[in-house]
C-alpha cells in the first residue's frame, strides 16, 4: 500500500515537471513562429533583388573577358577562407550540427591551409574549440542582419584576398526552403569566374566608364556583401524555421509523455483503491 502511495506521488511529479517543460517550449515555439513569420517577409522582399543583382553582375564579370583585376586572378591554392553562418543560440534542431559538418568535410585534411570568419557564437564555440584559425568573428547578428554587417564581412575578406593571406574566400550558409526544409550551400565569392556560358559568340559589347578597372572596383565589392548579406537573410530564415520545427517536436512530445504517465497515474490510483477495498473486505471477513 505504502508502495503505491509512493509510486503516484512520483507520476505526479514528473507530470508536473514535464508539464512545465512543455509551457517552457510551447511559449519558445510562439516566439520562434513570430521571429520566422517577420523573416520570411524580410527574405521574400530581398531574396529577389539580391538574386538579380548577383546574376547581373556575375553576367557583366563574365563578358570581361581576360581583363586583370586582383579580384579576377586565379592562382594556386594554397590557403582558403571560409565564411561560415550559424546561430548565436542552439534548440535550434539540426541547424547548428548540419552547417558545421559540411564545412568540416571540407577543411578537415586541410585544417592548417584554413582561416574561417565565422557568423555565430555556436560556430565560433565548436571551431576554436578544436584549435582551428578563426581569424574573423561576428556575434549577436544572426537573427536580424543588417546589410552593414554584410560589409564589414565581405571587407575583412576582400582584404584577405588582396593581400595574398588566402587564394580562395567561400561561403557557407543555408538556403531556406520551406519550413520543415532548409538546405546547407557552398559557393565561391573569390576569385569571382563569372557565368559559364556555353555560347560560343557574345551578341553584345560591353563599353566601360571611365575604366573597366575602376568599374570593376565597385561592382565586385558589391557583389561580395551582396552575396553575404543574402546569405545572412537565408541563414536568419533556416533557423528560426528549423527553432521552431524543434520545439514543436518538443511540445508534441512532452504531450505524448504526459498522456502516458496520466494513464500510469490513474492504473497506480486504481491498484491502490483496489488494494484498500481488500483490505477492508479481509478486514470484515475476520471479524465474523
Known sequence: MKYLAESTRDIKR??????????????????????LRKAREKLEKTRPYF????????????ATGNMRHPFLEIREVKRSLYIVITADGGLAGGYNSNVIRVVESEIKSRKDEVDLIVIGRKGKDYFKSRGYNVVGEFLDITEAPAFSDAVQIGQLAMEKYENREVDEVKLVYTEFITTLSQE??????????????DKKEKT??????????????????????????????ESSCSEQGSRRTAMQSATDN?????????LSYNRARQAAITSEISEIVAGAEALK
Not at 14 to 35: D, F, P, Y
Not at 254 to 262: N, P, Q, S
Open 14 to 35: 514528473r507530470i508536473r515537471g514535464i508539464t512545465n517543460t512543455k509551457q517552457i517550449t510551447k511559449a519558445m515555439e510562439l516566439v520562434s513562429s513570430a521571429k
Open 51 to 62: 538574386n538579380t543583382v548577383r546574376e547581373s553582375i556575375q553576367e557583366v564579370l563574365s
Open 184 to 197: 546547407n550551400k557552398i559557393i565561391k565569392l573569390l576569385p569571382n569566374e563569372g557565368v559559364k556560358s
Open 204 to 233: 553584345s559589347v560591353i563599353e566601360y566608364e571611365p575604366s573597366p578597372e575602376e568599374v570593376l572596383d565597385f561592382l565586385i565589392p558589391k557583389y561580395i556583401e551582396s552575396t553575404i548579406y543574402g546569405g545572412l537573410i
Open 254 to 262: 512532452a504531450e505524448e509523455m504526459i498522456d502516458e504517465l496520466t
